[in-house]
């Protein structure tokens, strides 16, 4: 069984930053989602297991940075320039890092964390 766990969520104002932690056990290919009220969980951004490749949606490029330490089984999603659509419920996501499924999809992931409340205010 593979523990995932959000923490970092909060309030802020629009074009505020806000830098969201994960911790996760095991070898893990991460990805972190995202759901607002009345929408489907979508996908923000995710980082392999080995070489630390990255992957964005187009919506958060240039604003999103994904990082990771295997050593403290940590990912991080930092956040800047945020806006008000950013605001949702973050999900941390974990499946094995030989998986060959697309990365995109909410269903191609096996754990998950509980999420953690973004809020950006106008």
């Known amino acids: 069984q593979v523990r995932v766990a959000e923490s970092g969520g909060g309030l802020v104002q629009a074009g505020g930053s806000l830098r969201l932690s994960c911790v996760f056990s095991?070898?893990?290919?991460m990805g972190w989602f995202r759901q607002a009220p009345g929408k489907e969980r979508e996908f923000v951004a995710a980082i392999s297991w080995i070489g630390y490749r990255t992957y964005y949606a187009d919506s958060v490029k240039g604003r999103f940075t994904i990082s990771r330490d295997n050593a403290k089984n940590s990912v991080y999603l930092q956040m800047n320039s945020l806006k008000p659509e950013d605001t949702a419920v973050y999900y941390c996501a974990a499946r094995s890092p030989d998986s060959t499924t697309d990365y995109y999809y909410p269903r191609n992931y096996d754990y998950w964390g509980q999420g953690t409340q973004v809020t950006v205010s106008s």
């Open positions: 095991g070898r893990t290919f």
